[in-house]
């Protein structure tokens, strides 16, 4: 009877210290480049299996060289020249919203592209919109506030500067939906601005992209990550249709 009643006893302390231990611990992160249930019920996709390039190529071919991957990420090496290894997704995207983990190596110059257009394009900035990725307090140049981290490079300057330090990951949201167009970095926005309306086009056409015809016009296109000859690292790359 006596041993009936100590394991009686027993069983809710056992219970009580795995609760502790539990609150203690926290939850158990989420393994990188995976989706929970929770992502996947909503429509997200992974565009980076963390093991393989499945679902990407060089702008203008059609495989991928001059990247890595390492340790669950994505590295764009940084030897093939400035944009000679430029990657874009064989799958084309309209409306959508992309999350992207990234950090960079001192002095680096990287971004992410949308609406991308391969055919009649040599060069991937000629066609897509760029989220600029750039270490802002190491570059050795002085940055235009149009070049710096968030930005809408070469059209629309970040209103924020929240980036991490060199070599901690940093998170990127982008929102894409009916030409309406959000940067998010670290969970602050950054750039919010509307495709084709009179102002764009007249950005467009007085700054740097004046003698690219063809720059932000398409209405859907490939997700691009640069390769601008500096080692960058991507992560949980993820991208969800908007309807």
């Known amino acids: 009877m006596r041993q009936a009643r100590l394991h009686r006893l027993a069983a809710p302390l056992f219970l009580t210290a795995l609760v502790i231990c539990l609150l203690a611990t926290g939850p158990v992160a989420q393994a990188p480049n995976t989706l929970t249930p929770a992502e996947k019920a909503a429509g997200w996709r992974l565009l980076f ?6 679902g990407w190529h ?8 001059g990247w890595d991957i390492a340790d669950g990420t994505l590295i764009a090496l940084g030897k093939g020249g400035d944009h000679a290894n430029d990657i874009v997704t064989n799958e084309d995207y309209e409306n ?3 999350v992207v983990d990234w950090k960079l190596s001192p002095r680096a110059n990287s971004g992410i592209f949308f609406n991308v257009v391969e055919q009649g394009y040599d060069r991937i900035y000629a066609t897509g919109p ?17 070049q710096r981290c968030g930005a809408n490079y070469a059209m629309h300057p ?15 949201r ?6 309406h167009v959000e940067h998010w970095l670290n969970g602050v926005k950054t750039v919010e601005y509307q495709l084709w309306t009179p102002e764009w086009e007249t950005l467009r056409a007085t700054g740097k992209w004046k003698d690219f015809p063809g720059y932000g016009k398409a209405k859907k296109g490939k997700i691009g990550l640069q390769d601008h000859g500096n080692k960058v690292w991507f992560r949980n790359i993820k991208v969800r249709p908007l309807l």
């Open 49 to 54: 299996d963390g093991t393989t390039t499945t």
């Open 58 to 65: 060089v702008f203008g071919r059609d495989k991928v060289e």
């Open 96 to 98: 959508f919203e992309l």
């Open 130 to 146: 760029e989220y600029q990725l750039i270490d802002d307090e190491g570059w050795p140049d002085k940055l235009e506030d149009w």
């Open 158 to 172: 970040p209103s924020a500067h929240p980036a991490k330090p060199v070599g901690e990951w940093n998170h990127t």
């Open 174 to 179: 982008i929102v894409v939906n009916g030409g």
